[in-house]
Each structure stands twice: as C-alpha cells, then as structure tokens.
C-alpha cells in the first residue's frame, strides 16, 4: 500500500514538472516567434486595423533602426520590461509589412559604432547621474526622410503604436496638407520684436495643439482680420474669433462654398480669455468680453448658439479639491464615454474629455445640410447665465435639471448656401466711396459640392494646461495627454483631411476602466447633501429676515441694543448652523463608507476570483478522482 502511494506521488510531483516544462517550452517559442494572443475585451494589445491598412500599402521599404541599451546596468527594470513591448510591437510591424519593413536593432554601447549612429540619427540618449547615457529611441526613415522618436516614454504607451505609424505615414507620404489657423488668441506663437527683446521678454509659444499639427501638416497663420482666404488651404482652423468682422466672415464663407472645410471652436466664456484681460492693467476699467460666435454664419447654416449661456452637467460635473474642501462645478465638464457618439469615427473611441464653461447648439440646418451631433450633455443638465461661470457653487446650489441633452459639438456636412446674398460686406469706412468700390460682385451664392463644418462650443479644452502635461524625463521633454481633448481635435482635422487610418490607432481602446458605480454613488449623495443646504439655507434666511424685521422696527437709540427676543433669534440661527455642519459630516462619512465599500469589494472580487476559481476546479478534480478510485 504504501509504495503504491509513493508511486502515486512520484507520478503526481513527475507530472506537474511535465507541465511547468512544456508551459515554459510554450512561452520560450511563443516568445522567439513574437507569437501572442490578445485575451482583452477589446483587443488592446493588438495592432488596430489601421496600422494593417498602412503597412499593407507601403510600396517602398521603411527602416526601423531601434535603439536600444539593453547591456548597460544602469537601464531601469520597469525600462528593460517597456522595451521587450515595443520590440513585441516592431517584430508585429514587420510581419505584416514583410520585406517592406526593415527592422534593425542597436545596443547603443559607450563609444561604440552603435552610439555614434544613434547620434547622428538624433537619439542623443538620457543622461543619468551616474555619468552615463542610455538609449530607447527609435529612428524610422524611407528614401530622404527620416523621422525621430528620441526618446520613447513609458507615459505614452497608450500613443506608441499612434506614435510608430504616424512616424511611418510621415516618411512614407511626404505631401502635406496646409491648414489656415485664426484665432483671437497667439495660438501659433509670437515672433520676437525689437521691443520685447530690449525689454527681456520672451515671446509666447505655440500652443501644444499647434505643434502636434506640425508634425503632420503645413500650419499657416491667418489674421483674424482677413478678407481673404488663399485657395491652397484645404482645412481652416478657427479658435476663439473674439470680435470677428463681418469681412473675415464674409471671406470665411465664400471659403467654405468652394469645397473649403471649417472646424471653429467658439466660446461664450472663454476662461483663457478672462485671463488674459485680468493680467492686462488698461482692462480693469472696462467691461469684459470674453465671448466669440461666427455670428451671421451659423444662423445663415439654420443653428443657434447660447453666446449668453453655459452648459452645465451635474453627471460630468468637475470636483476639485482644495486645501479647504473638495468642490463641485457643474459648469467645468469632465465628459465621460456618455457624451461622445459612439456610431461616429472621430469620436467613438473617446474615453474622457474636459471642457470649460461650454456653450450649447440647437436648431435645425437648412435643407441641403445634414447635422451630426457629436458630444453632448446627459439630461441631468441646465443652461445657466455665463455671469456664473466661475461661481460653481452657486450653480451647484441652485441646480435645477431640464431633463433634455444639450449638443456641445456638431457637424455640418452638405451644400451651404451664402450668408451674405447681397454680396461682400462693406467697412465703415468705405460708405462714402463710389458704389463701384463698395462691393465685389464675384462672390458664390451656394456651393457646388459638398462640404463640412464641425463646431465646438468650447475653446479652452485647447489651452495647454487643460489638455496635457509637459514633463522632463530624464532630459527630454515629453507631452502627456491629460484627457482626449487633443485626439478629439487631431481626429476631427484627419477624418476631413482623408486620413482616417490614424483615428482608429491614437483612438484605441486602454486598459483602464472607470468604477461608474462609484460615480454613481456620489453622485447620489451630492443631490442629497444640495438638497440639505438648499433646506438648511431656507430656514437660515427665515431667521436673519426676522431678524432684520426686528432690528427695523427699533428705534434709533435702542439699534444697538439686543432684546431678548434678538437673542433667543440669534441663538436658534447658531443651533441652526452646528446642524448643518453635524449633518454635511453624516453626508460626507456615509459617502466615504459607501465608496470605501464599493471599492474592497472590488479588491476582493479581483484578489479572490481567480485563486477562488482555481481552488473549485482541484476540489472538483480531487473529488472526482476519489470517486473513481472508489469505484475500482
């Protein structure tokens, strides 16, 4: 009996060695191979269809040169483990691709051939403290272009795969398109002028957006005056036209007649602009405007604009937390996937976008256009005056929901029809000229072939400090996205452009996945706690209008004096205020311990499932065994 069990258990321990070996055999293969299978839901770790298209239609072959230090000791182990993935994602380019694809790999050692070519490919590498340089850059080049990533962070590995085939696009097809950029802001920078360098002033540089387009497109800048837009610009790009005239609009609109498209981010409130005119002494004194339309266009097009209203959203309402308190701001819009139209290639594989005090389009287009709404509201929303823009807290208290969804981004596509039908605006200045000067007759009534229009009603979410993240790692500058606000712009100008191969890849799904239910909970506990205050503050004004009643019926030699009927008043108002603060604690704690629940059920669940799954599976195969040994 006894050897029968030690045999048993010789065959048990031979055959779990059996098993580990032929794991590892599999791995070991697999791995030479660059064999993987993609068990996500949404296959995020395998090339997107769009990548496919562009690798199947290179003609030309494309070098890869990575580099690489994979012997130096002082490269990070997180590193090490981010390198092995994006040599996982070349080896996946060259097997589509084939010979079109040329891969070489480089150990970047110190004063060797290797580095010298990273060198002169624009890899200078990352120096450490130690003294040291290490290398993870990839040069990518076809015929006489070469394009550079001097540094790939492990920060973008969500845009890595984006960022590899944009490379190869650009190498490969060096024709660009010229995109026109007015805006009221110096969105496209500032040239040095005698002035500012005498006075040692640096002048502003492009926004992030500007010099993301850059790298993809001809940007040129158009006065926000113009009465003129040249034929060889094939997308107009409008930012906060603050004081457009009726000329540039008229431009803009024989612009769009002959086949030009148009993505214009206006704003009823600019946040930016605010700013901007709070900084600047000779605006004190003034009124401020801080708002921007395309006025008699968009109204021409059959839309209207709430130029004197803001969108707010208790679902995607901001929380921001200060040293003293977290607040709410409804007005501030953290959209989740709710808001983007999930059936549309530019905004489908959207996750999260933020927009600042946000207008609202409504209306139906004249006939011959077609209007697509791309974010919106849910209907847990209000249009609120723009005077309380930056009061988060008074729109938070004063919430009241208008069950309908606000579009915040539309797009119009189709034949437009002239805003001006009698013809080119005339200036102010030009009403006494001779009636043949006034006006140029030559102008198009409708156009003779499709064309679009996207329109935002936001335009901080392309400020800097609302869309990304600039960091120095480790010498070299990188651009973190904070948000989708970028992909949402960079997929609206390729989709009219005609790329649309790189939407699908910048767009593509990540592993992160919000807890909504948490967003849930709180949620539910915020229209609890408003509706507290809301009552709380009903009782609290009661007391001081008695109080103040009071107070006018004295005479004026006792207005100083507190009756005891003041007294027994004002004790009340302060019991009043030590419930509030008791019940916004209760709030609060219930909140915190329904989240903290939620949250280590999840731990648990994600820590549990799998082992709990496995341990079921032996008992049951132990538990069979047992039978069936019984039975013989």
């Known amino acids: 009996m006894k050897n029968k069990n030690l045999e048993n258990a010789i065959y048990s321990v031979l055959g779990v060695l059996i098993l580990f070996a032929l794991i590892m055999a599999g791995n070991i293969i697999s791995g030479s191979l660059h064999i993987r299978k993609d068990m996500t839901e949404n296959k995020i770790y395998t090339l997107t269809d769009g990548t496919k298209n562009i690798l199947n239609g290179l003609d030309t072959p494309v070098t890869m040169k990575f580099y690489y230090s994979r012997s130096s000791k002082d490269m990070p182990v997180f590193l090490k483990s981010y390198a092995t993935r994006i040599e996982d994602l070349l080896e996946e380019y060259k097997q589509i691709a084939g010979d079109k694809i040329i891969l070489n790999k480089y150990d970047p050692k110190p004063f060797s051939d290797a580095e010298d070519a990273a060198n002169l490919d624009g890899i200078s590498g990352q120096l450490l403290n130690t003294g040291n340089r290490i290398y993870l850059g990839l040069a990518i080049s076809c015929l006489d272009e070469t394009v550079t990533l001097p540094f790939l962070s492990i920060d973008r590995e969500n845009l890595l795969e984006y960022d590899l085939s944009r490379a190869v696009t650009s190498v490969y097809d060096t024709s660009k398109s010229i995109i026109g950029v007015m805006s009221g802001h110096a969105v496209t920078g500032e040239k040095p002028n005698q002035q500012m360098m005498m006075q040692g002033q640096q002048p502003k540089r492009a926004w992030m957006f ?31 036209p603050k004081g457009i005239e009726d000329q540039t609009l008229f431009a803009i609109d024989q612009f769009i007649l002959k086949g030009g498209k148009v993505i214009s981010f206006i704003d009823p409130s600019s946040y930016v602009d605010q700013m901007s005119q709070s900084k600047n002494p000779m605006m004190r004194y003034q009124k401020p405007d801080n708002s921007s339309s395309l006025g008699k266009l968009i109204a021409a097009w059959g839309l209207e604009f709430t130029s004197g209203k803001i969108a707010t959203d208790m679902n995607f309402a901001s929380r921001m937390r200060t040293p003293q308190r977290e607040s709410t701001f409804p007005g501030i819009l953290s959209l989740t996937t709710d808001a983007f139209d999930d059936k549309d290639v530019t905004t489908n594989a959207l996750e999260s976008m933020q927009l600042i005090h946000c207008g609202a389009f409504s209306g139906t287009p004249i006939k011959g256009l077609t209007k697509e709404i791309l974010l919106k509201t849910t209907e847990e929303s209000q249009l609120v005056n723009k005077a309380l823009a930056g009061r988060g807290d008074q729109i938070f208290k004063d919430f009241v929901s208008s069950g309908k969804e ?12 002239t805003a001006f039908p009698e013809g080119k605006p005339v200036k102010e200045d030009d009403k006494n000229k001779k009636e043949s000067e006034k006006s140029d007759m030559s102008y198009l009534k409708e156009s003779k072939k499709n064309s ?136 609060k704690k219930e909140l915190r311990r329904d989240i903290e629940s939620l949250q280590n059920s999840f731990k648990i669940f994600n820590i549990a499932c799998m082992p709990g799954i496995i341990a079921l599976f032996g008992l049951s195969l132990a538990l069979y065994k047992r039978k069936r040994s019984k039975r013989k």
């Open 452 to 587: 679009a229009v996207v329109l935002i009603g936001d335009s901080d979410l392309l400020y800097d400090s609302f869309c990304v993240q600039v960091q120095n790692i480790l010498g070299q500058k990188i651009v973190i996205p904070r948000n989708d606000n970028l992909n949402f712009l960079q997929n609206i100008v390729e989709h009219i452009s005609g790329n649309s191969d790189l939407i699908g890849i910048r767009c593509r799904e990540t592993a992160r996945r919000p807890l909504k239910e948490l967003d849930k909970r709180r949620m539910q506990a915020e229209k609890k706690y408003k509706n507290e205050i809301n009552d709380l503050e009903k009782e609290l004004n009661e007391v001081n209008r008695r109080l103040n009643e009071m107070q006018r019926k004295k005479s004026k030699t006792q207005q100083f004096i507190l009756s005891a009927e003041q007294q027994e008043e004002i004790k009340v108002a302060n019991q009043k205020k030590v419930e509030f603060r008791k019940k916004i604690k209760k709030i």
């Open 210 to 240: 500007v010099e993301e387009l850059k790298k993809d497109y001809e940007v040129q800048d158009i006065a926000l005056n113009t009465e003129q837009i040249n034929d060889d610009i094939s997308l107009l790009l409008i930012v906060h």
């Open 406 to 417: 606000y579009a915040l981004a539309v797009r119009l596509t189709g034949k437009f029809k």
